[in-house]
């Protein structure tokens, strides 16, 4: 069956540090991968979105890496701040979208 | 940039009754736009996919009686929860694809959710 696992349900870190996301997938063969940022009690906001045949995108202080062998994306945050507190979700589909499970992120001043 | 609201943002009801809720892209048309259900801390599940104009496409385990759907026009959808039931409580989410947008004609926009609580 396809599965969508994110690396870690919460993760902390300290202000300034780069938070590193991981999405790893099975049984998929996603044309493009895509990552939200969901703040409690809201909808999820789109982030970035990679393709099948792009190994890095960024935009800002986000960097998402798609590696179709490993079936896993990375997503990096980099000089993290208070305000990138969330939970963060990767999504892959094509017609039909399909979440994983997401990761808290918690950054602390 | 593309905008989807939604309303009621929430509503508590009574075991038994029905309840509507809104979506709409207020800024861009949506053929298709996508329901979703998210249970606290846990990802959002695909409940059905609404195109404009024609029959709901509802994902596997997901009652089309119970959850109805209707995409009367590009820019609106409605998911009808009828007899709603305590298990039905959780957080429902609606996103439309902006085909014709800048960026990736690929992205799904979401609205803010809406918090749907029965008594």
């Known amino acids: 069956s396809q599965k969508i696992e994110q690396n870690s349900e919460a993760l902390n870190i300290q202000e300034g540090k780069t938070a590193t996301l991981t999405c790893n997938y099975t049984n998929y063969s996603p044309a493009y991968l895509q990552w939200y940022r969901q703040d409690p009690g809201r909808g999820p906001v789109f982030l970035l979105l990679?393709?099948?045949?792009?190994k890095e995108k960024r935009k800002e202080r986000l960097k998402v890496t798609f590696d179709t062998t490993l079936k896993q994306s990375l997503f990096h945050i980099t000089a993290s701040q208070p305000a990138d507190s969330a939970t963060y979700l990767c999504a892959l589909g094509d017609n039909d979208m399909r979440f994983g499970a997401g990761t808290r992120l918690t950054v602390k001043p | 940039g593309a905008v989807v609201s939604q309303h009621p943002s929430w509503v508590i009801c009574k075991s038994g009754t029905s309840v509507k809720i809104e979506c709409r892209s207020l800024?861009?048309?949506?053929?298709?736009m996508f329901w979703y259900r998210q249970f606290p801390k846990q990802s959002l599940m695909l409940m059905a996919t609404?195109?404009?104009?024609?029959?709901?496409?509802?994902e596997q385990g997901v009652e089309k009686d119970k959850f109805l759907i209707n995409h009367a026009s590009l820019t609106l959808s409605t998911l009808t929860v009828t007899s709603a039931h305590p298990e039905d409580s959780s957080f429902y989410i609606c996103?439309?694809?902006?085909?014709?947008?800048?960026?990736?004609?690929?992205?799904?926009?979401f609205g803010p959710g809406t918090r749907l609580t029965v008594l």
């Open positions: 609404s195109n404009e104009g024609s029959k709901a496409t509802y």
């Open positions: 990679i393709r099948e045949n792009e």
């Open positions: 996103s439309a694809r902006d085909l014709y947008g800048d960026g990736s004609q690929d992205t799904q926009y």
């Open positions: 800024d861009f048309q949506a053929t298709t």
